[in-house]
């Protein structure tokens, strides 16, 4: 079965500052990596994913993440965050060999991105 | 278009009440999901419906009851809830068949109270 683990619960970052948020997942097959962005009181909504090929993916918003099969990473990044971006962010994985869908989206616990003025 | 609606978006029912949730997506997605989702939790598979069949069931209470009209449509039945049943509902969609999961689009909930 495939996890993904979010050490940071919580980032405080100020405006315009660059942001990592952490993600590591563990599967011992190839996988597919997702990350989400739930803004206050609404659902989720795909950021970007990586699927195969180039290991740098850019999403939405000026999101990108980098896929690091080595390290089991898939840490998301933006050079300069926008207090808009204060959000909660998910990370998730699943198998390229399962059957699509069929076992669900296992997600990280989340981590809320502060941005301060 | 990678749209899924949800209906109703609030809903406040009492312990005896029966109410269902709604959710529609016309992106020809033949795999449905219900997530429930608690404050500062990440969502929890509750069902999912893969072409129209129940697939997965994670050991849910009988007092929720999904249902699959179509492959456009899932509903969530709610009969006799408890309080700690209060949570968002999540309702997804993904292509389906098989090669794996490459990508789950999500509405945007429904706020469910338990009174």
């Known amino acids: ?117 | 278009d990678t749209e899924v609606t949800q209906t109703p978006k609030h809903l406040v029912m009492g312990m005896t009440n029966k109410k269902s949730l709604k959710c529609e997506q016309h992106m020809g997605h033949r795999a449905m999901y219900w997530y429930k989702q608690k404050a500062k939790k990440p969502p929890e598979l509750m069902f999912v419906y893969s072409y129209e069949k129940l697939s997965i069931n994670e050991s849910v209470p009988s007092r929720f009851s999904p249902e699959c009209p179509n492959s456009s449509l899932l509903n969530l039945h709610l009969h006799a809830l408890q309080p700690e049943d209060s949570a968002l509902y999540l309702c997804a969609s993904s292509q389906g068949g098989a090669g794996g999961l490459k990508a789950q689009y999500f509405g945007p909930g429904t706020r469910l109270l338990v009174l």
């Not at chain 1, 803004?39 to 970007?48: D, E, F, T, V």
């Open chain 1, 1 to 117: 079965a495939q996890s993904v683990t979010q050490l940071d619960s919580q980032v405080p970052v100020f405006e315009e500052a660059p942001v990592e948020l952490r993600c590591n997942y563990s599967s011992s097959v190839s996988v597919y990596l997702f990350w989400y962005v739930q803004y206050p009181n609404q659902g989720l909504q795909l950021l970007l994913k990586y699927l195969s090929g180039s290991t740098l993916v850019k999403g939405i918003n000026g999101f990108e993440a980098e896929f690091n099969k080595s390290q089991t990473s898939f840490h998301l990044r933006k050079p300069s965050v926008h207090i808009s971006d204060t959000a909660e962010y998910f990370c998730a994985v699943s198998s390229s060999h399962s059957g699509g869908g069929a076992d669900g989206l296992p997600f990280g616990k989340g981590t809320h991105l502060i941005i301060q003025p």
